[in-house]
């Protein structure tokens, strides 16, 4: 039972995740459902595989999602999301914000998804068959991609050729908002990119740095609690030794398949270290199922199962198996915990897995010493074998940085950061506002993208704020453009601007 180790965007910082935990879940009355599912319309644009060369003329049915119902006809603006690595409906379900600011903005809205996830696949079946077929795979098409379906939009739709269009992403479709807005400056007027972490790459940000976010979150939930996880990797490891106590930890850890080896313990550990990080990516103020049903505040439910001072080793193991129960089972329905799997199959380790083999390379570790993880460190040279025994690609950790601008990207304009101070992936976003229109927005209480999430009774002040002070930030771009180009929306809607 060996786990993989490798990062992913979205949802863990270690291992992968393949579907969603023991299969559909029935739905549990006490876990309010934060992932709407709103109307829209589906459609397919036929774009090119290959933006920017011309041997290759294929194209394939790129899928984006619509939504006229609070558009104002002549020429409302366009709210424009940017697809991360998974199917766009999931997304477009999980980014409220977007469906409840639409009727104020008169905004139709765009949900586009990113090639190679959901049914946006190059070469249908074929497109993971081999390196050929995945080597248009990656963000630089992708964002061509959106400049193009904008295009074709705004040609196509009647009373949309004047439409100023915004766009929207988080974490990895953050990223995506970010830079498309950099590439193609005449495509989208502003953008609102929510915990995307541009600085995470090599050179930028230290590789320690999401680990130790973590292990704040859970120590602020309960110092005992950071305490014994860090604890917990010396016993694993002196369980995982021998046979009998491989079985005291399948036992103990209710897990569903048997610990044969060393190495499958190892895996546990990584497996364990990712559900730890998904915690704090989803630690909501409310009951929320983005990645897992899960109640409000989890860290601090899960860390009241692993709270006890100098438990026995034996009973630590039954705490942590209780804390995981938190997030596996809070529907109550799992029989055992299957470490192949933690977090939703409507996200992609296998397009990730390719993505962070070639340009996503984002170093991570971690010291066990000022964080409560075990000791990884990062391996440039091993990751690239595996990524060569994998794919049969060599990453290249630089290019993000040469393609994309690094820390030097005081010439761009209108683009919020918006990142969560309780979000791993805040280390890796840009916290500070670089000029006037580069602009930085913190929110204390915010786990990851909490201000794309629909709006809640719970919401903290915080987070309230925040989308307040976005939606300023937007009517001002949309307003300057209006103006600029000389458009009759502003004197025709009641918009206020």
């Not at 041997?55 to 409302?76: C, E, F, I, K, Q």
């Not at 103020?285 to 899960?302: C, D, G, N, R």
């Not at 380790?349 to 993880?373: A, I, K, R």
């Not at 809640?456 to 180009?485: C, L």
């Amino acid at each position: 039972m060996e786990i993989p180790f490798r990062i992913f965007l979205v949802f863990a910082l270690y291992g992968g995740a393949s579907a969603v935990l023991f299969g559909h879940r029935a739905h549990n009355p006490g876990v309010e459902e934060q992932s709407k599912s709103y109307e829209y319309n589906t459609s397919y644009y036929d774009v090119l595989v290959d933006h920017f060369g011309f041997a290759n003329s294929d194209t394939y049915a790129m899928r984006y999602l619509t939504s006229v119902t609070h558009w104002d006809h002549n020429g409302g603006p366009i709210f424009f999301y940017t697809g991360n690595e998974g199917d766009i409906a999931w997304f477009c379900n999980n980014t409220g914000f977007m469906w409840d600011i639409a009727p104020e903005f008169k905004a139709m809205l765009v949900f586009a998804e990113h090639r190679y996830y959901g049914e946006s696949l190059p070469y249908g079946t074929d497109s993971y068959k081999d390196k050929q077929h995945l080597d248009f795979f990656t963000a630089e098409q992708a964002l061509a991609d959106f400049a193009d379906l904008i295009r074709y939009i705004k040609s196509t739709v009647p009373g949309a050729s004047n439409s100023a269009v915004i766009a929207f992403g988080g974490s990895y479709g953050g990223m995506l908002a970010a830079w498309l807005r950099m590439k193609y400056p005449s495509s989208v007027i502003g953008s609102l990119a929510a915990s995307a972490p541009i600085w995470q790459f090599t050179g930028l940000t230290g590789c320690e740095t999401q680990v130790q976010i973590v292990t704040k979150d859970f120590a602020k939930a309960s110092p005992s609690c950071a305490k014994n996880i860090r604890r917990s990797w010396d016993v694993m490891t002196k369980f995982g030794k021998t046979e009998s106590g491989r079985q005291t930890l399948f036992t103990n850890l209710r897990l569903c398949d048997p610990l044969k080896t060393s190495s499958d313990v190892e895996g546990i550990k990584s497996w364990l270290s990712e559900v730890y990080d998904n915690l704090a990516m989803v630690d909501y103020p409310y009951a929320a199922s983005f990645l897992e049903p899960l109640p409000a505040y989890p860290i601090k439910v899960v860390c009241s199962y692993i709270n006890k001072t100098e438990p026995s080793d034996d009973q630590l193991l039954l705490d942590l198996a209780n804390g995981l129960n938190v997030y596996f089972n809070y529907t109550g329905s799992a029989k055992c915990f299957n470490a192949s799997h933690a977090a939703t199959g409507d996200l992609s380790d296998e397009g990730w897995g390719y993505q962070s083999c070639t340009e996503m390379v984002m170093p991570y570790c971690s010291d066990g010493v000022q964080d409560m993880f075990p000791v990884v460190k990062w391996d440039e040279a091993k990751e690239a074998a595996q990524c060569q025994k994998t794919w049969q690609v060599t990453p290249r950790p630089q290019w993000i940085n040469l393609q994309f601008g690094g820390k030097d990207i005081q010439a761009a304009s209108n683009i919020i950061f918006s990142n969560g101070q309780l979000d791993p992936w805040s280390a890796g976003g840009v916290l500070e506002s670089l000029s006037d229109t580069l602009i930085a927005i913190i929110i204390p209480e915010g786990a990851h993208h909490l201000d794309l999430r629909a709006k809640n009774d719970d919401d903290p002040p915080s987070v309230t704020k925040a989308r307040e002070t976005e939606k300023t930030i937007m009517r001002q771009w949309i307003k300057s453009y209006y103006i600029d180009n000389k458009t009759n929306f502003m004197n025709n809607t009641n918009v206020k601007l």
